[in-house]
């Protein structure tokens, strides 16, 4: 991991080496400016990590400072300090952009636990950056090869796999999974990787017809064939010749399509409803369910002949809980998707975020997780979507939250104890004894806090 690196910017020459030298023994590389100008001419040429900088210096004071660091490069983290510390002052520098706001004096144990805590938040970006940046090179690669499929786990490499394997077969294959999978998806990505790639893709959702409807849909109708058949159709298996066809939800079809279904799958033939004449097609067969057909078979209510001509190929992609590690790459893929359309607006996940969505069990699957994120992004005030929204969207009570994020939660109350304690000794003026009366505990507790902590020696 790269070593962080902060710029010191003030004018006091006393206080600038003292911040220099607590900065300097916890690891981090330090540069140091007692001038601004100088400072924003090194910003220009480099790359630094956080800016800590005094808020009254001379000709240009730390406000002006944090502006023109913000127009410059506005990722950049600005620690304000000063002397000065009303509340007016540091919320109007927190305005302007400043990431906290330190009143002097201060101890090194407290200029540590801010700094420690704005490193920890820089870090946690810079990973989201980094899966930013791989999301953008993995989406580059996949999109035009797999119709947007998003997945680096090794479930998904299989699927990936498999579809390189039978693309350019003619087998027919059946597509197996929860809904919300993208078993569509994968059936595009079959066509296209194929040599019927650039000749129709035709998709019926045959559990959203009933049997009528869907037979005039498969095979079309002749003109005056039944009631409303007022002109010649041609069904989607004339539309399809030479091309794919994919019949999503293939599980709801009756006992008697199955039947006529059969039939064209055996002899690549067929008529249109009220027609006479037999037409020939070369098609593909691509079907999809979200049942298990496996138990149609027994129950009867699924032809094995037919279950045996479609699942020639069969392949089932997982579900969404049985990949988490593609949670954050799919959320974010989402995320820039739904940003593209909102340019005058940013947000980003947090990691606390992140880590709730991957514990989720998502029940609705990758298209749950878009219209989550959708709704994420919609309904933030803040730039970064907070942890709380995020589990109040995924539906968690407080204590699951708690439980959730409960490594999380320890450091948070951990830090919060260590700023306790410090707040404590500086109101005792050191004095241990003192500082321990405030916090009302034993001396000797306090002597273990301060060592748990790295305090003291």
Request: net charge negative; charged share 30%.
């Amino acid at each position: 991991m790269k070593t962080i690196h902060i710029l010191v910017v003030e004018d006091n020459e006393t206080m600038r080496l003292g911040i220099m030298e607590s900065l300097r023994r916890e690891g981090y590389l330090v540069t140091d400016f007692s001038h601004p100008e100088e400072a924003l001419q090194f910003i220009q040429k480099n790359e630094p990590d956080l800016v800590i900088t005094d808020l009254k210096m001379e000709p240009i004071d730390g406000l002006s400072l944090l502006n023109s660091i913000k127009k410059m490069k506005p990722q950049l983290e600005v620690l304000m300090i000063s002397a000065y510390g009303t509340i007016d002052v540091a919320v109007k520098a927190m305005r302007e952009g400043a990431i906290d706001f330190l009143t002097k004096p201060f101890s090194p144990e407290e200029l540590r636990v801010r700094v420690d805590k704005i490193v920890d938040k820089i870090k946690q970006q810079d990973k989201l950056e980094r899966l930013r940046a791989e999301n953008l090179i993995f989406q580059e690669h996949f999109e035009d090869q797999y119709e947007n499929i998003i997945g680096q786990s090794s479930a998904m490499q299989e699927i990936f796999n498999i579809i390189d394997k039978v693309a350019k077969q003619d087998s027919s294959i059946l597509i197996e999974g929860e809904s919300g999978t993208g078993k569509e998806l994968v059936a595009r990505a079959i066509h296209n990787k194929s040599d019927r790639k650039d000749q129709p893709f035709i998709r019926v959702n045959c559990g959203a017809l009933n049997e009528n409807l869907l037979e005039s849909e498969l095979f079309g109708h002749e003109k005056g064939s039944f009631t409303g058949a007022i002109r010649q159709k041609r069904g989607r298996f004339e539309l399809a010749d030479g091309g794919t066809l994919f019949l999503d939800e293939i599980g709801d079809i009756s006992a008697n399509m199955q039947i006529k279904l059969l039939r064209v799958l055996q002899e690549q033939e067929f008529e249109r409803v009220g027609g006479e004449q037999t037409l020939k097609v070369d098609v593909r067969i691509i079907s999809a369910t979200n049942q298990n057909l496996r138990e149609a078979l027994h129950d009867g209510r699924f032809r094995e002949d037919l279950f045996y001509r479609l699942s020639v190929i069969p392949i089932k992609i997982p579900p969404l809980r049985d990949r988490r590690e593609d949670i954050p790459l799919l959320a974010e893929h989402f995320l820039q998707k739904i940003m593209h359309n909102r340019a005058h607006e940013k947000r980003v996940l947090s990691e606390k975020s992140l880590n709730l969505l991957k514990t989720y069990h998502w029940p609705g699957n990758i298209r749950e997780l878009e219209n989550v994120i959708e709704r994420l992004v919609v309904i933030s005030s803040t730039q970064e979507i907070a942890p709380a929204l995020t589990a109040q969207q995924l539906g968690y009570t407080g204590d699951e939250t708690e439980i959730v994020l409960s490594e999380t939660l320890e450091k948070a109350l951990q830090d919060y104890e260590r700023n306790l304690i410090i707040k404590a000794l500086k109101e005792a003026d050191g004095v241990k004894n003192r500082a321990a009366k405030i916090l009302g505990v034993r001396t000797s507790t306090l002597y273990y806090k301060l060592q748990k902590f790295g305090l003291i020696k």
